[in-house]
């Protein structure tokens, strides 16, 4: 799978618009891009996933650029609840089976 | 979505003693279950992989001795540390795949503290 990098840390105000960039240059061109948060002392909960296109769904939206190499994860109208690490995962197509490489992920903290 | 629940969320058990961790798929059937730990203030490492009816499949460096994997069922994949120490203290995480082959769902967690 190929390798991720996110910042470490970002503080959003309450209200504004999140966006959480991720670096994945060495993407192939049938891996996914996935997007997971992790609530302090709970389970890695799903976002949202794009393989070419923008996507959007209730959480959030992605963007993925044109050469695939970045994608940026965008909370519209952040709130204090979504404080936690958003990790940025690249995996192949049959992702239901495949092994997850988690990297240190991004440690959101939205600001009252 | 699906569903993943793990059992306990969390115990504390002393040196020594063995403990098992649950992890069901309640509302699909789970033809892979993964297990992962993840230390404080750490990201989730996968431990193992495991299909119902077959041998776990360990990452390197996970002693398969010590952590035993079961997956006996479409819904129910077991843990057990054995012999657990002091440094095995962690958060456990399973995650279940099987209702389609694009998704995998993550359970709650379980925190092991050994004394």
């Known amino acids: 799978d190929a390798k991720t990098t996110q910042p470490p840390s970002m503080d959003c105000a309450e209200g504004r618009a999140a966006n959480l960039p991720c670096n994945h240059s060495t993407i192939s061109g049938n891996e996914y891009v996935y997007w997971y948060r992790q609530i302090h002392s709970q389970g890695p909960q799903y976002i949202i996933h794009g393989l070419k296109n923008n996507e959007t769904n209730e959480m959030a939206s992605l963007i993925i650029t044109e050469d695939r190499k970045s994608s940026t994860l965008i909370l519209p109208h952040a709130t204090l609840r979504d404080t936690a690490v958003y990790y940025c995962?690249?995996?192949?197509?049959?992702?239901?089976?495949?092994?997850?490489?988690f990297g240190t992920g991004t440690r959101l903290t939205i600001i009252p | 979505g699906a569903v993943v629940s793990q059992h306990p969320s969390w115990v504390i058990c002393k040196s020594g003693t063995s403990v098992k961790i649950e992890c069901r798929s309640l509302d699909f059937q789970a033809t892979t279950m993964f297990w992962y730990r993840q230390f404080p203030k750490q990201s989730l490492m996968l431990m193992a992989t495991s299909n119902e009816g077959s041998k776990a499949t360990y990452e390197q460096g996970v002693e398969k001795d010590k952590f035993l994997i079961n997956h006996a069922s479409l819904t129910l994949s077991t843990l057990t540390v054995t012999s657990a120490h002091p440094e095995d203290s962690s958060f456990y995480i399973c995650?279940?795949?099987?209702?389609?082959?694009?998704?995998?769902?993550f359970g709650p967690g379980t925190r092991l503290t050994v004394l």
């Open positions: 995962i690249v995996t192949g197509p049959n992702f239901g089976n495949e092994k997850l490489t």
């Open positions: 995650s279940a795949s099987g209702r389609t082959d694009n998704e995998q769902f």
